[in-house]
């Protein structure tokens, strides 16, 4: 995952923001918010994710979180549910989506045919409660 935020230390919650390409909203399908629940609980329960906050807008997530390793996870999350959103398209021939996922695949990722989220991820560390509200 590219990212040119730096995470600060273990030490620290961050605000994550993670948005699909384009802003796509592909969370108004239920079934595709279901993968970013099902990945973040995995993540909490397997991974040591700890989430204090969250909500899920229709092309993107926010999150309050804190992890030894934040950037390993996110990158999973993201992982996991593009797989699964991709075999959801697919299986419900959406074409009009995939054409647009597909579009957005930046060229130097030969090893994928679709790109749904955008490279990185941008964590805010809350260092103050004035950054915190």
Same mark, same amino acid.
């Given at each position: 995952?590219?990212?040119? &935020?730096?995470?600060?230390?273990?030490?620290?919650?961050?605000?994550?923001?993670?948005?699909?390409?384009?802003?796509?909203?592909? #969370?108004? !399908?239920?079934?595709?918010?279901?993968?970013?629940?099902?990945?973040?609980? !995995?993540?909490?329960?397997?991974?040591?994710?700890?989430?204090?906050?969250?909500?899920?807008?229709?092309?993107?997530?926010?999150?309050?979180?804190?992890?030894?390793?934040?950037?390993?996870?996110?990158?999973?999350?993201? +992982?996991?549910?593009?797989?699964?959103?991709? !075999?959801?398209?697919?299986?419900?021939?959406?074409?009009?989506?995939?054409?647009?996922?597909?579009?957005?695949?930046?060229? !130097?990722?030969? +090893?994928?045919?679709?790109?749904?989220?955008?490279?990185? #991820?941008?964590?805010?560390?809350?260092?103050?409660?004035?950054? &915190?509200?």
């Amino acid at each position: 995952m590219r990212t040119t &935020y730096s995470i600060k230390g273990d030490d620290y919650a961050y605000f994550v923001t993670s948005t699909i390409v384009n802003w796509i909203p592909v #969370f108004s !399908y239920s079934q595709c918010t279901e993968f970013l629940l099902e990945a973040l609980n !995995y993540s909490k329960l397997r991974k040591g994710l700890k989430i204090y906050a969250w909500v899920i807008m229709p092309e993107h997530f926010h999150m309050m979180c804190k992890s030894e390793n934040l950037v390993d996870i996110i990158r999973s999350i993201k +992982s996991y549910t593009a797989k699964r959103i991709i !075999y959801f398209l697919e299986q419900s021939n959406n074409e009009e989506l995939l054409n647009q996922f597909r579009f957005s695949k930046k060229q !130097y990722k030969e +090893s994928s045919r679709y790109q749904i989220w955008q490279e990185g #991820f941008k964590p805010k560390a809350i260092l103050s409660e004035n950054i &915190y509200w």
